[in-house]
């Protein structure tokens, strides 16, 4: 080994969390190109050790201090190549949430705005669950993007995530709540729609789990390992969150009915989806009142 291409190493770490999920991952392809994202700099690196990328692709997201080896190239512009991640420690404070590209979605600020929203829940155990939904890598890769429909409403990318901070925002303004309903309201609000990032594919066609149950109930489905472990700690707080991820509001055999909370995100929904078409071209638009007006609204005053 030549001094030259030594001098040209240099051994490096980085505090921030590896992007992308198992469907980047090809254990053949050891040149594919990663990112690192520390909510500020993306760095771009190769994995050449396939178990490191499978172990590090299969978890959560989560924050680690990388071993990277960086390699500047003998040109003239002193061009510097990917670097190379050899090693991976976990930390034992985990900023991830923090940690992703900030424009993870294309609509300014909706990404911040949604992880505050997250932090406000008081709850732990419904707060760490909810954070932990959204630091699914199938989650992350595809949520942040997604239209909220195909051309209903919110349908164009990032629609989804400025759709249910929308419905988030409006629950958490409400009136009257006490702080258990306020937890639940707003982590019920934040997980509503979270099943269309299974429910449908590219180009906003159902799949075929999508026709066959709902991107609600195929919502419950996914997070039901999650909704386990909030029901070891918080039981009342799984099965209340259970009824808001379903939708299923209709009254039940003996008579009760479910949870207000319910047709509160109902309407919160329903008020986000028509705000949004009122924007759009008139032959999309959904009618909203407009305010009194004396012009044009009754006898001119003197």
């Known amino acids: 080994m030549s001094h030259d291409f030594v001098d040209n190493l240099r051994m490096d770490r980085f505090r921030g969390v590896l992007l992308g999920s198992l469907e980047n991952f090809h254990p053949d392809q050891p040149g594919t190109l990663y990112q690192l994202s520390d909510g500020e700099l993306i760095v771009p690196v ?53 940690q992703l590209p900030l424009d993870l979605c294309p609509l300014e600020n909706v990404h911040l705005a949604t992880v505050a929203r997250i932090e406000q829940i008081s709850a732990t155990p419904l707060r760490e669950m909810v954070k932990r939904i959204f630091l699914d890598r ?112 209709r009254m039940r055999p003996d008579g009760s009915l479910p949870s207000a909370l319910l047709a ?9 989806c028509e705000r949004d078409r009122s924007s759009r071209p008139k032959h999309r638009r959904s009618w909203v009142p407009q305010g009194w007006t004396l012009e044009g609204s009754g006898p001119e005053a003197d």
């Not at 500047?72 to 930390?91: C, F, H, M, Y």
């Open 264 to 272: 509160r995100i109902k309407t919160a929904d329903q008020r986000s």
């Open 138 to 249: 199938e989650v992350c890769a595809r949520y942040w993007t997604l239209p909220a429909s195909a051309h209903h409403h919110h349908a164009y990318p990032g629609g989804l995530a400025k759709h249910t901070l929308e419905v988030a925002s409006d629950l958490a303004e409400q009136m009257q709540l006490t702080e258990v309903e306020w937890d639940l309201g707003v982590a019920g609000a934040l997980l509503h729609d979270m099943g269309k990032v299974w429910a449908y594919g590219p180009n906003m066609f159902l799949n075929n789990a999508g026709l066959a149950m709902g991107h609600e109930l195929l919502g419950l489905s996914r997070l039901e390992r999650e909704l386990s472990i909030l029901e070891s700690h918080w039981p009342d707080g799984a099965y209340a969150l259970r009824v808001l991820i379903s939708g299923c509001g």
């Open 46 to 98: 190769i994995v050449p050790n396939p178990d490191l990328a499978h172990r590090l692709l299969s978890q959560p997201l989560a924050t680690h201090s990388f071993h990277l080896v960086d390699m500047v190239a003998d040109t003239a512009e002193g061009k510097r190549l990917p670097s190379i991640l050899v090693d991976a420690d976990r930390s034992s404070l985990n900023e991830a949430l923090y």
